[in-house]
């Protein structure tokens, strides 16, 4: 049975897909059956960060109104045979998503996969709350800036109040995914620092992921930051979170350029 | 005054830190509170309509959040027509 997890973070442009599409291809290419799902109806973009734009040929909403079997819109990736893709529409709009809909899909996902992830829209709208509707456990993408700082503690009371986990009175799992992050610029005090952000969001932390070229040139060439370049910073930091979604103790270090050297922030180990 | 800039410049990440503290701080006790306002107003009008019917538009729950204290206002029209009873209606 999968476990479902969204990829939400409340604000746009912080690093969900690219989160989505980093983790999905980390945890296949250990041999896990993953799909993952882009829930950006109208504005979908992990097709394209994965390569696979040209493969759309049935999406999301063609499922969920019976138009297409699931089997039928499932992209399976060229590299990763244990990584799929379920695109959304791009001609459509959210409100073409059913809850009852997206229930059956995720059900049927679940059969299918060890692991489900859902790539929310930004926003706090309908569409990001479908995304993280059935999810057993959230991934909170943020980066260390304000204004990202200031939505993420927006969608951490939505997780707590729209979910069905929230609803049944269970505990939904939450967690902190730092992007973009530049341990020199926070050392310097010109950026907010891991600790600042977690005292303030106050949920576990999942994974550091420092600022890296390396992701606009993975998105450039459709290519997961861990295929494109595996020893690069940030496909290290991607891997390190995935190892702990996959419920490994895996050290808290913010992977750095130095050979060799892992710049050790604290001895903080994820929850 | 240059030296002052500089050191202002370079240490911007407190001042990120406060303002997040203190404005989140505000805005969880709003979300709170709007949870809240919901909640007190369907248990509200599940127990005024016990008695007598009520039109769920024309039930007004507020929260003023004062300095001290603050203040719930419920406000409940209730029509002339409707016959008021002690006897809960079945």
């Excluded at chain 1, 499922?63 to 695109?87: F, H, Y």
């Excluded at chain 1, 370049?229 to 290290?236: D, H, P, T, V």
């Excluded at chain 1, 930091?237 to 808290?252: F, H, I, K, P, T």
């Amino acid at each position: 049975m999968a476990k479902v997890i969204v990829v939400t973070s409340g604000k746009g442009g912080v690093g969900k897909t690219t989160t989505t599409a980093a983790l999905g291809a980390a945890l296949a290419q250990g041999g896990q059956k993953v799909c993952v799902v882009d829930f950006d109806v109208g504005l979908r973009n992990l097709d394209l960060v994965l390569g696979a734009e040209r493969r759309v040929v049935y999406d999301l909403i063609n499922v969920i109104q019976g138009a297409a079997k699931l089997s039928q819109a499932l992209i399976r990736d060229k590299r990763i045979e244990t990584l799929s893709l379920l695109p959304a529409s791009q001609t459509r709009d959210k409100d073409a998503l059913s809850e009852e809909g997206i229930a059956r899909v995720i059900a049927e996902l679940r059969k299918l996969f060890d692991w489900v992830i859902c790539d929310s829209p930004a926003g706090i709208e309908r569409g990001a709350i479908l995304a993280m509707r059935h999810a057993d456990a959230a991934i909170i993408v943020t980066n260390p800036e304000v204004s990202s700082v200031r939505d993420s503690d927006r969608i951490i009371g939505m997780l707590d109040a729209k979910t069905v986990k929230a609803e049944r009175g269970e505990r939904m799992d939450k967690c902190l995914l730092i992007a973009r992050y530049d341990p020199a610029r926070a050392a310097r005090g010109e950026m907010l620092n891991i600790e600042d952000i977690l005292e303030i969001l106050s949920i576990p932390l999942l994974g550091i992921i420092p600022e890296s070229d390396e992701v606009l040139r993975a998105s450039n060439l459709g290519t997961p930051v861990t295929l494109s370049n595996a020893s690069s910073i940030a496909a290290r930091a991607y891997c390190d979170a995935a190892r702990r979604l996959n419920g490994e103790d895996v050290e808290m270090a913010i992977p750095s350029d130095r050979k060799g050297l892992l710049v050790k922030l604290f001895g903080r180990r994820a929850a | 005054m240059t030296l002052f800039k500089f050191a202002k410049r370079r240490g911007s990440a407190p001042m990120a830190r406060e303002r997040l503290q203190i404005l989140l701080e505000y805005e969880r006790c709003l979300t709170n509170q709007s949870d809240l306002v919901t909640v007190l107003r369907e248990e509200i009008i599940a127990l005024v309509d016990r008695y007598v019917t009520v039109d769920r538009d024309k039930v007004q729950v507020r929260v003023d959040r004062g300095e001290a204290v603050s203040t719930l206002a419920v406000d409940i029209e209730i029509p002339n027509a409707t016959p008021v009873s002690v006897a809960p209606r079945t």
